[in-house]
């Protein structure tokens, strides 16, 4: 029989593309949420459990009735800006989440554990492509709570000999190509589909958010990487572990930056519309730039993007026209 594996967050924007990727790849993805952020809907490739990361026994109960080889770990509070409001609910059901799911992994003897971590851990260091050797000095509370499940699974490593693929994810984006899931967040804050809801006329005029950060046109940069070439680094992490690797981090980007306004000229051309748009005031918690060296997921792990920014915009756009949930 295939291999089963826990997808804690299954049924979030990037567990469910990861599921697909999974499920394609021979394994029966268990997909494990709570539906606070994720959508039932979007659970296609295998068996669903509702169980919350804050129940230590609902966890226990997963492992216990399906027996995963290996656990990956994509259910989190993801906002940047909600995490200067609330840092308390990152803190309590990130950290703690994580927790909870380390240790019922360790008491269950899953030994292999794939986690979404993020750039946002590194904060603000401008100008410096960022690597798994850079410094980690995260700005606001979302950055910190990833930072802090890293060491707890570098803790849990030496002791109970977990092994863990980290990886540091850059700005995700786009959708499955061939319609099976897509981004749905409510609210929705996140760059790409918010500026593809004002093309269509579903909601306002994009806010830019900050034009005087030090770049080379004054908005933010980051590397976008598309959701279907993110999934297929975790096929790729899972497969490291299970031939017997050790513990790893890699960085998911492409190594290429775009500012807002660049994304927003890319947004223009591929739906062949205007981009209403305003200028606001910055985000607070947000980095000016954050783009990734890539060298080592391609080299260890034979990875590398292989959508672009036009076919992550392409792909969300025709996700936006016809929403599956
Ligand atoms: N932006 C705007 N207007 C908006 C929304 C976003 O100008 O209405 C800008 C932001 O200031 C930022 C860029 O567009 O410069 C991207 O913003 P997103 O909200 O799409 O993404 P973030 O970079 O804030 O955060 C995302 C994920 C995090 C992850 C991070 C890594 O939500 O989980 O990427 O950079 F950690």
């Not at 029966?28 to 039932?40: C, I, Q, R, S």
């Not at 008491?107 to 980690?136: I, R």
């Not at 572990?241 to 981090?249: A, E, H, N």
């Amino acid at each position: 029989m295939s291999d089963r594996v826990l997808v804690a967050g299954g049924a979030g924007y990037i567990g469910a593309h990861a599921c697909k990727a999974l499920a394609r790849a021979g394994f029966v993805p268990v997909a494990f949420d709570n539906l606070a952020t994720g959508w039932e809907a979007a659970v296609r490739f295998g068996p669903f459990v509702r169980g919350d990361l804050m129940d230590r026994a609902s966890i226990d109960a997963a492992l216990a009735e399906w027996r995963p080889v290996a656990i990956l770990h994509f259910a989190a509070r993801s906002l940047v800006g909600e995490s200067m409001q609330q840092p308390g609910l990152y803190w309590r059901e990130n950290v703690g989440g994580a927790l909870n799911l380390i240790e019922a992994a360790v008491a269950a003897g899953v030994g292999e554990f794939v986690f979404s971590s993020t750039c946002a851990t590194y904060g603000d260091q401008d100008g410096v492509l960022l690597d798994e050797d850079t410094a980690q000095r995260p700005i606001n509370a979302y950055g910190a709570s990833k930072l802090a499940i890293e060491q707890m699974l570098a803790n849990f490593g030496a002791s109970h000999g977990l092994r863990s693929v980290i990886f540091r994810y850059f700005n995700v984006a786009g959708a499955d190509p061939e319609g099976e899931v897509g981004e749905r967040h409510e609210p929705e804050t996140h760059l790409i589909p918010l500026m593809l809801d004002a093309v269509a006329g579903k909601r306002g005029p994009l806010t830019v958010f900050g034009s005087d950060y030090g770049t080379r046109d004054g908005t933010c940069v980051r590397d976008y990487v598309h959701v279907t070439d993110l999934a297929d680094a975790h096929v790729r992490g899972l497969r490291w572990l299970r031939g017997g690797k050790g513990s790893r981090v890699f960085c998911l980007g492409s190594g290429t930056g775009y500012t807002v306004r660049e994304v927003i000229d890319h947004a223009r051309v591929v739906t062949n519309r205007a981009v209403p748009v305003v200028e606001g005031g910055r985000r607070a918690g947000d980095a000016a730039a954050l783009v990734c060296g890539s060298a080592r997921a391609r080299d260890e792990l034979g990875w590398a993007p292989e959508r672009g920014l036009e076919a992550m915009i392409r792909d969300a756009w025709a996700w936006a026209n016809r929403p599956a949930y």
